[in-house]
């Protein structure tokens, strides 16, 4: 089997640093960033599936990938649950060495250069999609990004359960997930799994700038995010007192004048 990889820009050069990055990680978190950069997309948990199953001797674990055809590798008996699946985990990484170690490195992005405008220069048009979208705040994490781009998208403040984080302890620390149900389309169901991080502070900020990275490289979702804010239609009705029961809709005071807003 070939990977996908190989055929998306055949003209990119090997990236010989990938399977060396994937031998420092766990076998799981290898096996994960493998099958994203082959099916080159975001995997959720439907993609790769481990199952366990106990004997007398041990431990053993199959996995699933469903976003590869439905491929299945077994691995060895271990003293553990979590042993079980690193082996299984390892025969798939043995399984596509090749692959592995002729990815194609993925296509740079390109910086956008600051403008420089003389002034009274009218400010530039609102990016159109398919345009570089802005740089980073260097000042903020990936978290914080991350809460800042869904919220925008979505257009309105986030609640608790719209960006949800889970951390596992894992072999060499800790690695995070993270899933953002209330996003439109496939984007709701996606999961996002980060780096293996020594805290579990980190690993949420590495899952959060992988899921932000692929964010802002979707055209339809920044689309959404670089929608002018929604116009506030109060509208003025007279001064004094809000009036009673009975005389005009919900509103408000402001300045001693009432405003009324109609409704959508």
Known sequence: MTSRALFGNPDSEI???????????????AVNQF????CNRPINKEDVIYTVSKYPQGYQATVKLNCIEGQEFAGAVANSQK????????QILDFYAEQINNMRKPPKKKKKRPATQPP????????????????????????????????????RVLEKDEVLY???QVVGGYQSTVRMPGL???WGLQIFAGEVCHKRQDAEQSVAQ???????????LMAKYNLPAKVKNWIPIGTGRAMGKGHQGPGNIFGGKAYWRPPA
Do not use: Y
């Not at 099958?35 to 082959?38: G, I, K, L």
């Not at 042993?83 to 390892?90: G, I, K, L, N, R």
């Open 83 to 90: 042993e079980a699946e690193a082996q299984a985990s390892q």
């Open 15 to 29: 990236d010989h640093e990938f399977g060396e990055r994937l031998m420092k990680k766990d076998p799981k978190t």
């Open 166 to 168: 889970e951390t596992q």
């Open 210 to 220: 992988l899921a932000l990275d692929a964010i802002r490289a979707d055209e339809g």
């Open 120 to 155: 009274g220069t009218p400010p530039p048009p609102p990016p159109k999609p398919g345009d570089p979208q802005p740089e980073l705040d260097p000042s903020i994490s990936a978290k914080g990004n991350l809460n800042a781009h869904v919220g925008k998208i979505l257009r």
């Open 184 to 186: 439109p389309d496939d």
């Open 35 to 38: 099958c994203q950069r082959f």
